[in-house]
T-cell receptor
């Protein structure tokens, strides 16, 4: 099925552990994004990649790093997880910056 | 910071009724988008309206945009139980090109 695929769907980490969230899209979109969603706060942009080979910080980048591995894949890494990073993480992609986004189904992360 | 704010925060209606929700935003925009999120799922793009458009339709959805008041409304006509979801407005500000900014959403419950 065409779209945005995120792995894993669920993850529990201990404080201080690291992990990488994977995201891949098969729509040949140029731009990709990572958002986090917390209750009552909507979605907040963590990092984005306007095109292959570029990445930029969003609204809440602290504690995260990203890699745009190729046009299809955009990963999000937590180097030292903290309880404040407990959230649902969504990856999205779009053909152009100002187009509608296609979202993945999310990764529910709990840091204990 | 959130660009868009939806009103009301929650809405409960019966099948067949119309549902209206509003979105206000703070800065000049390139376009405004509406998304739907079913419980535990990713966001789905519903409709995009550009800053030079005043009204747009898609099936049972009608979106209006008033750039002078920095506000938009989403109308769902003849609602169905399957319309139960959270609805988010999101804006592409002209001074933050490509960084789609979301509001906190309106939770809509449609009872049979």
């Amino acid at each position: 099925n065409a779209g945005v695929t995120q792995t894993p769907k669920f993850q529990v980490l201990k404080t201080g552990q690291s992990m990488t969230l994977q995201c891949a899209q098969d729509m040949n979109h140029n731009s990709m994004y990572w958002y986090r969603q917390d209750p009552g706060m909507g979605l907040r942009l963590i990092y984005y990649s306007a095109s292959e080979g570029t990445t930029d910080k969003g609204e809440v980048p602290n504690g995260y790093n990203v890699s745009r591995l190729n046009k299809r894949e955009f990963s999000l890494r937590l180097e030292s997880a903290a309880p404040s990073q407990t959230s649902v993480y969504f990856c999205a992609s779009s053909e152009r910056f100002y187009d509608g986004y296609t979202f993945g189904s999310g990764t529910r992360l709990t840091v204990v | 910071s959130q660009q868009g704010e939806e009103d009301p925060q929650a809405l409960s209606i019966q099948e067949g009724e119309n549902a209206t929700m509003n979105c206000s935003y703070k800065t000049s925009i390139n376009n405004l988008q509406w998304y739907r999120q079913n419980s535990g799922r990713g966001l789905v793009h519903l409709i995009l309206i550009r800053s030079n458009e005043r009204e747009k339709h898609s099936g049972r959805l009608r979106v209006t945009l008033d750039t002078s008041k920095k506000s938009s409304s989403l109308l769902i006509t003849a609602s169905r139980a399957a319309d139960t979801a959270s609805y988010f407005c999101a804006t592409v500000p002209t001074d933050s090109w490509g960084k789609l900014q979301f509001g906190a959403g309106t939770q809509v419950v449609v009872t049979p």
